[in-house]
């Protein structure tokens, strides 16, 4: 229920756009918003651009900046990438797990002074924020994900320098 009406979410932002009716840096935060909750990575891609374009409209805009690096790494993950502000963690809910958190794999190259120009935590703070969903559950030893995700080459993300 909850995707069917992210869908009609997304067609009416899209419909929107499309009108011009996105203006102002609120206008394309509450925008890549939407898309920062869809399905595939193009979804994620746009939230990225319109938070960037929100950015734009109004640098001091802390939720835009957010919203580019959340937008960026969920895009990343789901292509198969590491992250480079180290937003994105998830649970292993497979049969038989131990419902265990883990931060996906981040690009080494990505600094925290990198991801402190858009407001987001360091690496070690958010390695402390795994720990804190894990606390309590003996079986959870290691923060980090141990899929393997491909490096972001450099100069490969556009109006991304890290």
Same mark, same amino acid.
């Given at each position: 229920?909850?995707?069917?009406? @992210? ?10 756009? $499309?009108?011009?009716? /996105?203006?102002?840096? @609120? ?10 909750? !869809?399905?595939?990575? @193009? ?10 374009? $929100?950015?734009?409209? @109004?640098? =001091?805009? &802390?939720?835009?900046? $957010? ?6 790494? &969920?895009?990343?993950?789901?292509? !198969?990438? =590491?992250?480079?502000?180290? *937003? ?8 038989? *797990?131990?419902? %265990?958190? %883990? /931060?996906?794999?981040?690009?080494? *190259?990505?600094?925290?002074?990198? &991801?402190?120009? *858009? !407001? ?12 804190? /969903?894990? =606390?309590?559950?003996?079986? %959870? &030893?290691?923060?980090? %994900? ?7 080459? =450099? ?8």
């Amino acid at each position: 229920m909850i995707g069917a009406k @992210d869908l009609k979410r997304r067609q009416r932002v899209s419909e929107i756009f $499309a009108e011009g009716c /996105l203006e102002t840096a @609120d206008d394309f935060v509450n925008a890549a918003m939407v898309f920062q909750h !869809g399905s595939v990575p @193009d979804h994620f891609f746009q939230t990225y651009l319109w938070a960037s374009r $929100a950015a734009e409209l @109004d640098d =001091k805009n &802390r939720h835009a900046k $957010a919203l580019m690096a959340l937008g960026l790494d &969920r895009y990343l993950r789901n292509k !198969g990438y =590491k992250q480079l502000y180290a *937003s994105q963690a998830h649970r292993d809910d497979t049969p038989g *797990s131990s419902g %265990c958190w %883990c /931060l996906w794999p981040v690009e080494e *190259s990505a600094t925290d002074e990198f &991801r402190a120009l *858009s !407001g987001m935590d360091t690496l070690a703070q958010k390695i402390k924020w795994i720990s804190e /969903l894990n =606390k309590g559950n003996p079986t %959870c &030893r290691e923060p980090k %994900c141990t899929e393997n995700a491909n490096a972001v080459p =450099k100069g490969s993300l556009p109006g991304v320098a890290w």
